[in-house]
Structures are given as C-alpha cells and as structure tokens.
C-alpha cells in the first residue's frame, strides 16, 4: 500500500543535542509537510517543499531546518533542541499544481522527547 | 483574519448516539478535510471534502462553501470513534491547510 512513514515512532534525545527525524513517502507527491503538534493544539506547519522549492512559514525558529534530498524523503533537523521542542512532529503529502493544494496524507509521527 | 473555529470543543456521548461536528472558516476555501486523530496521535484521513456531501459507512460530512461552513455527522457512535477530530482548510491562495482547534469526541459503553 502506498503510505507516509516516519522513523522513529519514538525519539529521546537530550537538551542541546542534535536530533534528524525522517519521512518517506511512496506516494510520488510532488509536496512534503512537516508540522509540529503539542499537547491537546492543533497541528502546526513548520514548513513545506514543493517539488525542490523549500517554503519557511515565518514564525518557525531558525532552530528547526530541513532537507529533501529526494521525491521520496524528507528530513526534518533540529539543530540545538530545547525543553519546548518536546512534541509530535507530523510529515504529510499531497499532489498538488500551482493553484490549490490536493488532498494531504499524514504519517504516524514522531514523538521526540527532550531531557 | 483567515480562521478556522471547531465546535463543541468537547463532546461527551453514549455508545450509539449520533453526533453532529462543525467547522466554521472565514473566507473562500479550495480544500476542506476532516480527519480524526487517534490515540496514538496519526491523524487518519476522513473525508476531503471542499463543497458538497459525500458519505462513508457511519460517517458523512456536508460542506456549505457559499455559507462556509462545514458538518460531520457520526451516527450509531462506537467507542473506537473516540478520539479528536479536525477541520482543516486551504483558503484560496494558501497553498497550505489551516486547522481548527478539534472536537475531542468522548465514546462511553
């Protein structure tokens, strides 16, 4: 079946410490998601790529980067993580033309713990 | 401001009633979604729905786009149905969804 996945389901890591989550797709979406959701929000996009087209939403800290060295995956870099970044962080897909976007597909997430 | 508002915020029912969730969005939209997000927290796709009515076994969803505003219907509720549901929107020229806050969905035996 064609599908989101993430890896890992589950990430501890310590304060400060670098952490890379990942996300395939095998869908063949030209677009990759990736959005931060913490206790009992809704969730919130970090930022996008569209096709190699990188688009930063302006209130996403310059702590968090990404890279998307392929169509099939799509990292996610937290550079120094603080207590704060603790969350579900959630990568989705979808098709989509210049004019609208086609409908999103979700990963399982990763929940990244920060000690 | 674009918003997109969920309501209630929270729901509370006994296995096999039926339930009615809203979305309400600000301007003209696109796309509309409705997902439910599991215990596990993956967000599991429901219908994607920018106007009109469509159905799936116990669930059924109607988007008013002239009136923007958008229902979800759950009938015969199971305690799996449990859970948060969320409205999501991309408001034309956006390019990217905007969610509502959820319905948490309580499913008691």
């Known amino acids: 079946d064609a599908m989101v996945i993430q890896n890992p389901r589950y990430q501890v890591t310590q304060f400060g410490k670098p952490v890379t989550l990942s996300c395939s797709q095998t869908l063949n979406h030209n677009v990759m998601y990736w959005y931060q959701q913490k206790s009992s929000q809704a969730p919130k996009l970090l930022f996008h790529y569209y096709d190699k087209d990188f688009n930063n939403e302006a209130d996403t800290p310059d702590n968090f980067q990404s890279r998307r060295p392929n169509t099939s995956f799509c990292f996610l870099d937290i550079r120094s993580p603080g207590l704060g970044d603790a969350a579900m962080y959630l990568c989705?897909?979808?098709?989509?033309?210049?004019?609208?976007?086609?409908?999103?597909?979700f990963g399982p997430g990763t929940r990244l713990t920060v000690l | 401001g674009i918003q997109v508002e969920q309501s209630p915020p929270d729901l509370i029912l006994q296995e096999g009633a039926n339930s009615t969730l809203r979305c309400n969005f600000s301007?003209?939209?696109?796309?509309l979604q409705w997902f439910h997000q599991n215990p596990w927290g993956q967000l599991i796709n429901l219908f994607y729905i920018p106007s009109g009515t469509k159905q799936n076994g116990r669930l059924s969803a109607t988007t008013v786009a002239t009136e923007r505003y958008s229902l979800l219907y759950i009938s015969s509720s199971q305690t799996t149905d449990s859970g948060v549901y969320f409205c999501?929107?991309?408001?034309?020229?956006?390019?990217?969804?905007?969610f509502g806050q959820g319905t948490r969905l309580t499913i008691n035996p």
């Open positions: 301007d003209s939209v696109n796309n």
């Open positions: 999501a929107v991309e408001f034309q020229g956006a390019q990217k969804l905007v």
């Open positions: 989705a897909t979808s098709r989509s033309g210049p004019a609208a976007v086609d409908e999103q597909f």
